[in-house]
Each structure stands twice: as structure tokens, then as C-alpha cells.
């Protein structure tokens, strides 16, 4: 026989979504549905660095990291460079790089004041044929002395 199709795993307390999974059970059965492929394997790198959080997980193909920060640098400009060089390290550790980017969102302590000074360093950074889907906005972020924090994900293939 054929395997499950993932969705008639589902469980729901919702009775017509119940009929409908039902019925999707049933008429597998007769026939194959497209064959699905999960995989289990999930790789985490940078766990040694916080005790709360991995800086990245690889799994199914997609790079996944945590919002980088950086404290060490005084200015915006010098944190944004720090944090892009960290995002690309934790990149090439888990086997690819900015060019495969798929998402990006961006948090700064001031908007209005520093977004064009990280801008300019992002558009220096980014890979200009393969840019990402991003997202920017203003947030209190977790110490006083941080200005920006990056998260990204990034394809394997």
C-alpha cells in the first residue's frame, strides 16, 4: 500500500474538517498520492554560544538562523558590518551562503535615525542578484547598547 498523505495524519476537534480528512483517508487508498518526503535530520550549530537559543538549525534544506547581534561596536555602521559578518560565518558553517538567502528581517533601536545608515551597508552586503524578502522595522531590542539585530534564512541548494 501506499503511504499516509501527511494531511490524513492530522487530528482535528473540528467535525467537518474530520469528514473532509476522512475522506481524503479513504479514497488514498485506491490510489497513490504524490509521494511526500520528510526528513528528521535536523542539524544545530552555535549552541554553545547561549544557553537559550542555537545561532542556526539546518533542516530539510533550509538554513534557519537567530537574530544576530553585536555589542562590541560603538555605532550602528560598525554593529551592522559585525552582525553581517557573523550571519555570514554561521552561513558558511552550515554549507552555503548570501546568495541563498530567502528571508531577512531587521530590527532597529531607532528607525528614523539609523535606517539609512544600515541600508547602506545592507545594499554593500546583499548579494544584488539574489536578494532576499525583507522585512524592517523599529524594536527595543535586548540590551541598551544594541542598534540592530538580523535574522535570516537561506537555502542549501
Excluded at 480528512?21 to 504524490?34: D, E, M, N
Excluded at 533542516?59 to 537574530?67: E, R
Excluded at 552550515?94 to 533601536?109: P, R
Amino acid at each position: 500500500g501506499c503511504p499516509p498523505h501527511p494531511i490524513t495524519m492530522l487530528r482535528s476537534f473540528n467535525p467537518i474538517a474530520r469528514k473532509v480528512l476522512s475522506a481524503s483517508a479513504s479514497s488514498a487508498s485506491s490510489r497513490c498520492p504524490k509521494a511526500h518526503h520528510f526528513s528528521s535530520n535536523i542539524t544545530r550549530l552555535g549552541t554553545d554560544v547561549l544557553p537559550t537559543m542555537s545561532q542556526a538549525v539546518v533542516h530539510n534544506g533550509v538554513v534557519y538562523l537567530s537574530g544576530q547581534v553585536d555589542g562590541t561596536a560603538e555605532d550602528l555602521v560598525g554593529q551592522t558590518k559585525n552582525v553581517l559578518a557573523k550571519i555570514d560565518g554561521y552561513l558558511d558553517e552550515a554549507g552555503t551562503d548570501k546568495s541563498k538567502l530567502l528571508t531577512s528581517t531587521i530590527w532597529l533601536k531607532d528607525i528614523e535615525k539609523d535606517f539609512g545608515a544600515m541600508n547602506e551597508v545592507w545594499n554593500s552586503w546583499i548579494d544584488p542578484e539574489n536578494k532576499p524578502v525583507r522585512a524592517t522595522t523599529e524594536a527595543s531590542l535586548a540590551r541598551p547598547n544594541l542598534l540592530v539585530e538580523i535574522q535570516v534564512t537561506a537555502s542549501l541548494d
